[in-house]
């Protein structure tokens, strides 16, 4: 079976969660013999390949592209290929055009755009709906939602039926479980300046994150433990300045620290020097955050809201990502109780083992080889 995999969009080496995932899924998905995989990129410089795969660059300007798939609904993508593939997967939504013919198969992380439309810049409200999402979605022929929270929202929101939707979870790198050299771990601690105690967010900068109720949380802290730091990971996002701005303004500045983009290999040494890992976001699709903290063997607290009652059953703490005394109340626990942490780096890194991208592969080679 051929499968064509539109990787428009990837467009960093396969860095962030849209292009990790993609990733993962097609390095499993090389042990398939039954299975012949080709992905194409698009734009006028190359940079992303995954090795034992052929990889299509369409040497085209995006936004040309894009405005030719928009306005005339060409050209047929599924022609870009050097063979025509049998089915087209699309790691992640964005505007297309396919001959009729073409099986379409979707993959949906979230639906955060109509859920919280205010966290998004306007730029990013206008490019979603440039996408034309409702057509997409009418027009594939099997949608992959992450979560079952994912499934509900396509179901509730966009109206999709519901047997159109097929719910498979991503997996978690096996890299996140290692044990790592003292030497390693003295090396990832002097590359990002990281504290001896600290209270770690990794993730993308940005409102819907929910960082400033975590900062609010910490500075409760803060008057207690007199030690412990705030060290915040990850890229900026969109409307990242008032986050920024509440860190600046924070009375206790000079103990959060932002040390950026963490590599890939140095993350799981990041998360398990963590003390506590806290992810408040406002509404996640899947979280690969909490899960690689857990799965490191760090306590992890998340929102009690969209898919986290799903995927970490109660093997982190919950709490309402509105109330910052509850919030500061946990981490605290979590602090000073070994007991409590003990436990939950247990129960977290026992949880962690049900999310494995062999399983993720091996249910996706099924819906590519099904025949309609």
């Known amino acids: 079976m051929r499968i064509g995999i539109d990787a428009r969009g990837i467009t960093d080496g396969f860095k962030g969660g849209v292009g ?26 190359q940079n992303s390949e995954i090795e034992g795969v052929r990889n299509t660059w369409l040497q085209y300007p ?20 050097s063979q025509k593939p049998d089915k087209i997967w699309m790691p992640n939504w964005n505007i297309t055009a396919l001959s009729p013919e073409v099986e379409l198969i979707l993959t949906v992380h979230d639906v955060s755009i109509r859920v919280l439309p205010e966290v998004f810049s306007q730029k990013m409200r206008l490019w979603h709906k440039y996408i034309g999402i409702d057509k997409l979605l009418a027009r594939a022929n099997t949608i992959i939602a992450v979560s079952e929270s994912t499934k509900r929202d396509l179901i509730d929101i966009y109206g999709v039926k519901g047997e159109k939707i097929k719910v498979i979870y991503s997996g978690i790198d096996p890299l996140f479980r290692q044990e790592f050299s003292q030497s390693d771990i003295q090396r990832v601690k002097q590359k990002y300046n990281l504290p001896d105690r600290y209270i770690l967010y990794l993730g993308t900068i940005e ?53 950026g983009f963490v590599d890939i290999l140095d993350k799981p ?64 626990n979590l602090l000073t109780d070994n007991n409590l942490y003990n436990n939950y780096s247990k129960l977290g890194l026992e949880r962690s083992l049900a999310f494995d991208w062999t399983q993720t592969a091996r249910e996706m080679r099924e819906i590519f080889i099904k025949r309609y």
């Not at 709490?319 to 919030?327: A, F, G, H, R, V």
């Open 20 to 45: 990790e995932y993609t990733q993962h899924i097609i390095q499993s998905l090389r042990e398939y013999q039954d299975l012949d995989l080709e992905f194409l990129a698009t734009g006028m410089n």
């Open 62 to 81: 995006n936004r040309v592209l894009n405005l030719s798939l928009k306005t005339i609904n060409r050209p047929y993508l599924d022609h870009a290929f």
């Open 207 to 259: 409102p819907r994150k929910n960082i400033q109720l975590l900062i609010q949380a910490f500075e409760r802290i803060a008057t207690k433990d007199k030690d412990v730091k705030l060290v915040i990971a990850g890229v900026n996002g969109w409307l990242y300045k008032q986050i920024h701005q509440s860190i600046d303004n924070s009375p206790f500045r000079d103990r959060i620290l932002r040390i």
């Open 269 to 332: 040494i990041v998360y398990k020097l963590a003390r506590v890992f806290v992810y408040p976001s406002l509404y996640e699709g899947f979280g690969f955050p909490p899960l690689e903290a857990m799965a490191s063997g760090t306590p992890t607290i998340v929102a009690n809201n969209s898919v986290f009652p799903e995927i970490v059953l109660n093997s982190a703490y919950k709490t309402s990502p509105y109330d910052k005394l509850e919030l500061s109340a946990i981490i605290y």
